[in-house]
C-alpha cells in the first residue's frame, strides 16, 4: 500500500534549527515535494527533490534518500511566521496526471 | 508565476442549496485540476482529479452526482456541491498542475470555506 509518516506536531525556539522528518512506502517514485500550509490558508509549494542529496533554497533545504525512503525538511533561522503545516508528499511514477499522495502534516510550532 | 485563484473564498447557504466554486489558473494553463475537501485539523483529501475536456476521475467514496466537476478550458475547472448538507461544510481547494523548474506540481488556490447551515 502507499504510505507516508511524518510526525504529527514539533516545536522549536525561534532563531534554532528543526528538521521535520517524511518516510515513504510507495509502488513507485517520481519525486518528492515540501508544501507549507498556514492555518485557514492552502498549502504552498516549497521544494521538490527526485535525486538523492541535499536542494538548499535560502533558509530551507530538502533531503531525499530513496533507498531509505527517506526525506527531512531543514529550517533555519526559525522566525516565528514558520509556525504552520508541513506537509510531505510524493508523485507516483505511475500516475500520468501527477497525482501526489500526501502525508498527514507536521505541525511545527515556533516559540520566542 | 503559477497563480491559481478560487472563487468565492468563503460561503455560507442553507441546507439543500447549490453551492458553485471556481478554480481558476491565472497565468498557465492547467489540463490537470485537482479538488480537495480539508477538515479542520485533518490532512488534505483528494476529492478529484479533471482533465480539460474529459470526465473527472473521482476518488473512492466520493459521490459525483453531488460533487459535479467541469473542466471546460484550460484554465476554468468548476465544483459544484448539489443540495449541500451540514456535513458537506468543509474547506475546499483546488489546485492545477504546472510547471516548477525542473518539474510539474500542484499549484493550490486559497480555498474556499463553506458552511451549510
Known amino acids: 500500500g502507499q504510505n507516508i509518516d511524518q510526525p504529527t506536531e514539533m516545536t522549536a525556539t525561534e532563531g534554532a534549527i528543526v528538521q521535520i522528518n517524511c518516510t515513504y512506502q510507495t509502488s513507485g517514485f517520481n519525486g518528492l515535494f515540501w508544501y507549507q500550509q498556514h492555518a485557514g490558508e492552502a498549502p504552498t509549494f516549497l521544494s521538490y527533490n527526485v535525486l538523492d542529496g541535499l536542494e538548499e533554497k535560502g533558509r530551507f533545504s530538502s533531503f531525499l534518500s530513496r533507498s531509505k525512503g527517506y526525506s527531512y525538511l531543514l529550517l533555519k533561522e526559525l522566525q516565528m511566521k514558520d509556525s504552520a503545516s508541513y506537509l510531505c508528499a510524493v508523485r507516483d511514477e505511475w500516475d500520468s496526471n501527477y497525482q501526489l499522495i500526501w502525508g498527514a502534516g507536521t505541525k511545527l510550532i515556533i516559540k520566542p | 508565476g503559477a497563480v491559481v485563484s478560487q472563487h468565492p473564498s468563503r460561503v455560507i447557504c442553507k441546507s439543500g442549496t447549490s453551492v458553485k466554486i471556481e478554480c481558476r489558473s491565472l497565468?498557465?494553463?492547467?489540463?490537470?485540476m485537482f479538488w480537495y475537501r480539508q477538515f479542520p485539523k485533518q490532512s488534505l483529501m483528494l476529492m478529484a482529479t479533471?482533465?480539460?475536456?474529459?470526465?473527472?476521475?473521482?476518488e473512492q467514496g466520493v459521490e459525483k452526482d453531488k460533487f459535479l466537476i467541469n473542466h471546460a478550458s484550460l484554465t476554468l475547472s468548476t465544483l459544484t456541491v448539489t443540495s449541500a448538507h451540514p456535513e458537506d461544510s468543509s474547506f475546499y481547494i483546488c489546485?492545477?498542475?504546472?510547471?516548477?523548474?525542473?518539474?510539474?506540481?500542484?499549484?493550490f488556490g486559497p480555498g474556499t470555506r463553506l458552511t451549510v447551515l
Open positions: 489546485s492545477a498542475r504546472g510547471r516548477t523548474g525542473r518539474t510539474d506540481t500542484q499549484y
Open positions: 479533471s482533465n480539460e475536456g474529459s470526465k473527472a476521475t473521482y
Open positions: 497565468d498557465f494553463q492547467a489540463t490537470t
